[in-house]
């Protein structure tokens, strides 16, 4: 018996209608980075286990660092998922401080996050350049994982006005690898680089227009089918005070919240999903 499948998480609540078919359903998924301890986290799953239900149009996953997976997957409420924060290239075997697609499958994870901005610039190390991410990707979906993958641009970008010609260079290698049915496991998480953890957020219009203009991308590169069914969630500081705004917009599906997923504003954010 796999070790999730031992854990009696308590049971979720759903509430409203199923997205119709040949919609897409919401994905809201919470990063709480390299955050919290075993008290902070036990707190925080209490308050979420009694937040109330979530829409049944929307899918919430939430990444947690390696450590708290365990805790995670024995006490959160069952209808939301678990996502690592990455995995490596490898499988496993002689890669010393390494976690496997294949482990995290193995103990329950149903989510990576791949490609974060803050792996691709590297913190007092090396950073993973688009290549390494599209490897990375095909090997977890492969181990059976399904993957948030992260592209965006930095400041000095979107003023210089290369805005999708950077979110195509990111695509472009995950592309080269991806079969085209291993689209259907990938959720594609746009976030500007300048507004993670600055407090600064794009307007709905300017991530309304970037996602459109992914999802075109995607329509000429890989199928129209599949833009047509993948989710582009946004990820630069989406909160409680402006999630409706952007999940209004016809080609934002969802949001990859950082700061505002260590608190019970996490919730106000998937409240704040349109109904079906």
């Known amino acids: 018996m796999a070790f999730a499948d031992s854990c009696k998480r308590p049971a979720g609540s759903s509430a409203g209608a199923e997205a119709p078919e040949g919609q897409r359903k919401y994905l ?82 149903t989510w990576v996050i791949l490609g974060h901005s803050e792996r691709r610039e590297g913190f007092g190390m090396a950073g993973e350049d688009s290549a390494l991410v599209a490897a990375k990707t095909k090997k977890a979906l492969e181990e059976g994982l399904k993957v948030m993958l992260c592209i965006g ?46 407090g600064l957020t794009a307007t709905p219009d300017m991530a309304q227009e970037t996602h459109a203009n992914i ?33 209004s917009q016809p080609d934002i599906d969802g949001g990859l919240i950082g700061g505002a997923s260590l608190t019970m504003d996490f919730f106000k954010c998937i409240d704040a999903v349109p109904s079906a």
């Open 28 to 109: 809201i998924g919470g990063n709480w980075k390299s955050n919290g301890t075993v008290e902070s986290v036990e707190k925080l799953i209490a308050e979420f286990n009694a937040a109330g239900p979530i829409p049944a149009n929307c899918n919430v996953v939430i990444g947690c660092p390696f450590i708290h997976i365990p805790l995670c997957l024995m006490s959160l409420r069952d209808d939301i998922e678990i996502a690592a924060q990455n995995c490596s290239l490898t499988g496993t075997g002689a890669y010393t401080g390494e976690i496997s697609a294949s482990q995290l499958k193995d103990i329950g994870v």
């Open 153 to 198: 641009e930095k400041k000095e970008e979107r003023e210089a006005g290369t805005t999708m010609e950077v979110c195509a260079s990111q695509l472009k290698p995950v592309a080269d690898v991806l079969s085209k049915d291993d689209w259907a496991n990938v959720s594609i998480a746009y976030e500007p680089v300048w507004a993670i953890g600055t």
């Open 215 to 247: 999802r075109g991308w995607i329509s000429d590169n890989v199928g129209a089918d599949v833009a047509a069914a993948i989710a582009i969630q946004y990820g630069g500081s989406m909160k409680g005070a402006n999630a409706e705004g952007l999940l």
